[in-house]
């Protein structure tokens, strides 16, 4: 029988050069998901801006990244404050000039039902999950228009994007809500070769769901319910990410990248 630490060894390697010579900003970079992302970019030659909030895990993900042989900057960014994203973005074209590719990953999550959400919880999340990530996709948008060089904005969704989930009332209505941004960029956008596509992750563990997740029967129930057997790894889903990334994507636009195990096609599936 294969053991938990097992299912969860990734066994994938980046394409070296693949993304050679692009400038990428990934908000939320600094953890998670987003740093799996930063990393994955950089292994496959990418140079890398992270925009996150947390300083002291963005100074470690540069330094890993430099390790790597390109070029970092890390520079904190509140998403939900326009005028902060404002700042950061012309300090990446102040360094790199132009920038390729924005991954739209910032977020946070507030348990809870809809019904019982309360006002300043409901506000801080669509601040940031929603709001900020629109505040990325046009001022980034804005600048990948006017150079006229193409682009990507690959947003982080999940798949609560795309079905209600007990408990996670608000953080279902900012990511339902961010595929609509992805989509309508994606219509606004295309003709000027820049693709906007939404990645959907089940999940994968990291600072975000580490506590609900420590319980072994939450963790159980939810791994019996994905077809998989098991949620992703932070790894996985930067592969996903750096596809959506690369020339190999030119002609997707406007679309989900459903990387769930099959969960949202099991009958049974927790939710
Ligand atoms: N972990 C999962 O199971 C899962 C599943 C589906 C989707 N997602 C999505 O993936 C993305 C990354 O989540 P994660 O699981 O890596 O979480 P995480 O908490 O590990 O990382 C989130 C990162 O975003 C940063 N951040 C938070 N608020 C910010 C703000 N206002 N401005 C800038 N940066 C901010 C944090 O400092 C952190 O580095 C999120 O959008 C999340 O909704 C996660």
Known sequence: ??????????????SPDRLKGKVAIITGGAKGIGRAIALRFAQEGADIAIA??????????????????????????????????ER????????FSNIDILV???GIIVFGSIMECAPEDWKRMLDVDLTGALHCAQIVGQHMQQRNRGGRLIHIGSTASLLPTAQQGAYCVAKAGLR???RMAAMELGPYGITSNLLCPEGAVTDMNRELLSDPEVM?????????GRL??????????????S???????????????????????WR
């Open 232 to 245: 992703a790894t932070a790894e996985e889903i930067a592969a996903s990410a750096a596809f959506l990334a």
């Open 52 to 85: 996150d909030i947390c300083t002291d895990s963005m100074s470690s993900a540069e330094k890993e990244i430099r390790a790597l042989g390109r070029e970092c900057i890390g520079r904190q960014t509140d998403v939900a404050d326009r005028e902060n994203v």
């Open 104 to 106: 739209n990953n910032a």
């Open 180 to 182: 609509m941004v992805s």
């Open 247 to 269: 020339d190999e994507a030119a002609y997707i636009n406007g679309a989900e990248l459903v990387h769930d195990g099959g969960i949202t096609i099991s009958p049974l599936w």
């Open 220 to 228: 159980r129930k939810l791994e019996s319910k994905i077809l998989a």
């Open 1 to 14: 029988m294969t053991s938990n630490t097992e299912k969860y060894q990734s066994h994938i390697t980046p």
């Open 88 to 95: 950061t973005v012309q300090a990446v074209l102040d360094r």
